[in-house]
């Protein structure tokens, strides 16, 4: 089975620019998530996205935003890039359901994006 | 504030040494994942402990889940070289309703031949 695809790998932008990243999850994982590392605040949570809909969020502001296509693919969008947005950032899926059970998530290997 | 704690920070050991990692908060979680990523890739899944009090095995890591659910331990015996890496531990509040997981900081593990 292939595992969680992200396009592209690096990514040069300047500040006030936008950006999309995308994440193909792995074959049958109908949950996405996004999530920012950086040295200083480690893996942070941004969004999840479950059968197209967004159904959590975390403490980003409004120019993080994503959607989730009817094949489960996702995409990610930074607009008003600033500084200190460099990060990389991971899509991971999971199996979740709405009944629950373990959230093991499966990382794809992220976009390295750096903001000069 | 920091929901999972993780220490130490940094590791920097010789191969054939044995090393313990923890993580802890003050929230109970339903379940604890532990991660390994190495430079540059992301995070590739170890175990998942879910009973409080289990114990997991995978060759030469030994992972344990606190009683209270509150807290978690890797042990690493004969560390290797390929054992270098951040490790990473992430709980889950919501049983599995909920897309997120909450991350350490990681240990930055190295180790030298």
């Known amino acids: 089975k292939a595992g969680v695809t992200q396009t592209p790998r690096y990514l040069i932008k300047t500040r006030g620019q936008q950006v999309t990243l995308s994440c193909s999850p792995i074959?049958?994982?109908?949950?996405v998530s996004w999530y920012q590392q950086t040295p200083g605040q480690g893996l942070q949570f941004l969004f999840e996205?479950?059968?197209?809909?967004?159904?959590n969020k975390g403490n980003f502001p409004g120019r993080f935003s994503g959607r989730q296509f009817s094949n489960s693919r996702s995409e990610m969008n930074v607009s008003t890039l600033e500084l200190g947005d460099s990060a990389l950032y991971l899509c991971?899926?999971?199996?979740?359901?709405?009944?629950?059970?373990?959230?093991?998530?499966?990382f794809g290997p992220g976009t390295r994006l750096t903001v000069l | 504030t920091q929901l999972l704690e993780q220490s130490p920070q940094f590791l920097s050991i010789q191969e054939g040494e044995n090393l313990t990692v923890y993580c802890n908060s003050s929230?109970?979680?339903?379940?604890l994942q532990w991660y390994r990523q190495e430079p540059g890739e992301g995070p590739v899944l170890l175990v998942t402990v879910v009973t409080g009090g289990e114990v997991k095995k995978l060759k030469r890591l030994t992972f344990q889940f606190g009683d209270a659910r509150k807290d978690s331990s890797l042990h690493i015996t004969a560390a290797q070289p390929g054992d270098t890496g951040l490790y990473l531990c992430?709980?889950?509040?919501?049983?599995?309703?909920?897309?997120?997981?909450?991350f350490g900081k990681g240990t930055k593990l190295s180790v030298k031949p």
């Open positions: 992430a709980g889950d509040r919501y049983g599995g309703s909920q897309g997120n997981l909450i």
């Open positions: 991971a899926s999971s199996l979740r359901s709405r009944r629950g059970g373990y959230n093991e998530q499966f």
């Open positions: 929230s109970v979680f339903s379940s």
């Open positions: 074959s049958g994982h109908r949950s």
């Open positions: 996205y479950f059968s197209e809909t967004q159904r």
